[in-house]
C-alpha cells in the first residue's frame, strides 16, 4: 500500500511539473547584426520616427535614424517593417512569474520562504525557464520582469529578468535588485472610515518597532564584522547590506496612506533608499512622496476600489493623479503570473481615464526602467541600450494590436505559446470538418 501511495505521489509531482515545462527553445545568441527597416520608430524617450530604421549589433541597438542606412557588413539579415511600429519591449515591474506555474498546484509554488525574517532568499534561484507563462507573457510584448518574493516581513530579494534562456542564470539580468519589506497596517486608515481598528493600529506600531529592531541589529552586526572579521557571519544581516549601504532599494510594499507614510519617515530617518510597491491611496500622501523622492509602483488600475465611498472608477484614475501632483510612478500589473500578459491593458485603462497616452506608455517602458534600476540598458529605444524591442501592428496600449516579432538581447523570440498551439490545433478541427478554407 505504501509503495503504491508513493509511486502515485511521484506520478502528480511529475505530471505538474511537465506542465511548467513550454517547448520553445531559448534563442541562439545575436552573431550578425539586424537591420529593421521600412516603419514607425518609438524610441518613447523622444519623439516617434516615421518611415525610420534600426540596426541590432551585438545585441544592442547600434544606431536608430530615418533616411540613409549606414553600410552593413555581408551577413546582415534585414527585415522588411512593411509600415509596421518598433516599441521597446514592455516592463512588468511586480510578478512572480518563474515562481508560480499553476495555483492549485502547490508543489509548483516557490514564492514564498517559511519564516518571518528570510531576508537571504533570493527570486532568481527558485525560477523556472521553462515555465510555460513565460512564452505567453512575452506574446504580448511583456519581455521583461521584476520577480518579487513574499510572506514573512522580509521575504528575500527580488530579481530582474529577462524572458527568454535556458536556466535561471539565463534569466537573471541582476539577481538581487532590491530587498523586498511587507510593510505593516498601522490602522489609520480604518479610523479614518469609521471603522474602528485601534486593536489592529497597536499591533501595526508594534510589527514597525519590529522591523526597526531588526534594521538596528544588522547595524550593530556590521559593526562588530568590522571589528572582529574572523566573526561568523549571520547570513540574514548580510543579505541586508547593499540596502542598508544604499547600494540597492528597499522594495517596500504598502497600499494605504498610513502605511506609506509611516514606510517612507521611517525609510527617511535610515537614510534608505525605497520604492513603495502598491500604493492603492500614493495620491493621499502625494506631497510627502514627492519630498523624499520616493517613486511608486502602482500594482494594476484593474481593481476595486480601496473603501466603498469612492467611486468604482477610482483605481483608473490614480496614476492620473500621481502624475499631476507630480510623483514618479510606473504601472504593474495586479495579475496572477498566468496574467501578466494584460499589462498594456492596465495602461490602457490609465490612459483612458486621464493620464496622458504618452506618460502611459513611460509607464510600462522608460519610467518603470528607471524605478527598477536599469534606465540605462532597456526601457527605450536608443543606441548603446539592450536590443530588447518588439514589433506591432499598431499602439500596444490597443486591444487590437498584435506582437509580430520580439527582439531580447538582438535575439529574435519565438512567439509561439500554448496560446497559440490550441489556436491552430482548432482552427485545423474546423478546416477538416469544412468550415473554414
Not at 406 to 418: E, H, T, V
Amino acid at each position: 500500500m505504501k509503495q503504491i501511495l508513493f509511486l502515485t505521489a511521484v506520478s502528480l509531482l511529475c505530471s505538474s511539473l511537465a506542465m511548467g515545462q513550454s517547448r520553445q527553445v531559448p534563442a541562439p545568441p545575436q552573431t550578425a547584426p539586424v537591420l529593421l527597416i521600412g516603419g514607425s520608430i518609438h524610441p518613447v524617450s523622444s519623439p516617434m520616427i516615421p518611415d525610420g530604421w534600426i540596426i541590432l549589433r551585438d545585441g544592442v541597438i547600434d544606431s536608430v535614424g530615418s533616411g540613409m542606412v549606414p553600410d552593413l557588413p555581408e551577413g546582415t539579415t534585414t527585415i522588411q517593417l512593411d509600415g509596421r511600429h518598433v516599441y521597446p519591449g514592455l516592463i512588468a515591474a511586480d510578478s512572480q512569474i518563474g515562481l508560480v506555474e499553476t495555483e492549485q498546484v502547490d508543489v509548483t509554488h516557490d514564492h514564498d520562504e517559511y519564516g518571518t525574517w528570510t531576508p537571504e532568499t533570493r527570486a532568481y534561484i527558485a525560477l523556472n525557464p521553462d515555465s510555460d507563462l513565460i512564452p505567453v507573457t512575452r506574446a504580448a510584448g511583456v519581455l521583461t520582469a521584476v520577480v518579487n518574493p513574499n510572506g514573512g516581513r522580509l521575504p528575500g530579494k527580488s530579481t530582474v529578468i529577462r524572458l527568454d534562456g535556458w536556466t535561471h542564470e539565463d534569466l537573471a539580468i541582476d539577481r538581487e535588485a532590491a530587498l523586498v519589506v511587507e510593510w505593516p497596517r498601522d490602522g489609520r486608515s480604518s479610523r479614518r472610515r469609521g471603522r474602528g481598528g485601534g486593536g489592529s493600529s497597536s499591533r501595526g506600531v508594534e510589527q514597525i518597532r519590529e522591523i526597526n529592531e531588526f534594521f538596528n541589529d544588522a547595524d550593530s552586526y556590521y559593526i562588530a564584522r568590522k571589528h572582529d572579521p574572523g566573526m561568523k557571519p549571520d547570513l540574514r544581516y548580510e543579505a541586508m547590506r547593499d540596502a542598508i549601504e544604499g547600494r540597492t532599494p528597499l522594495l517596500v510594499r504598502a497600499s494605504t496612506a498610513g502605511q506609506i507614510e509611516s514606510a517612507v519617515t521611517w525609510a527617511a530617518q535610515r537614510d534608505l533608499e525605497v520604492v513603495i510597491l502598491g500604493g492603492e491611496e500614493a495620491d493621499r500622501v502625494a506631497d510627502l512622496l514627492v519630498a523624499h523622492d520616493v517613486p511608486v509602483i502602482v500594482r494594476g488600475v484593474h481593481r476595486i476600489p480601496v473603501s466603498r465611498h469612492l467611486a468604482p472608477h477610482s483605481p483608473h484614475e490614480l496614476p492620473a493623479r500621481l502624475h499631476e501632483a507630480g510623483v514618479t510612478f510606473c504601472i504593474a500589473p495586479r495579475d496572477r503570473p498566468a496574467h501578466i500578459r494584460n499589462l498594456p491593458h492596465h495602461a490602457a485603462t490609465a490612459a483612458a481615464h486621464g493620464l496622458p497616452r504618452e506618460i502611459a506608455l513611460r509607464s510600462i517602458t522608460l519610467d518603470a526602467a528607471e524605478i527598477i534600476g536599469q534606465g540605462d540598458r532597456l526601457g527605450s529605444i536608443d543606441p548603446g541600450k539592450s536590443g530588447t524591442l518588439i514589433v506591432t501592428t499598431g499602439d500596444p496600449l490597443e486591444l487590437m494590436t498584435d506582437v509580430d516579432m520580439a527582439f531580447i538581447d538582438g535575439r529574435q523570440i519565438d512567439l509561439s505559446s500554448r496560446h497559440t498551439q490550441l489556436r491552430d490545433k482548432y482552427l485545423e478541427k474546423y478546416r477538416q470538418q469544412g468550415r473554414l478554407n
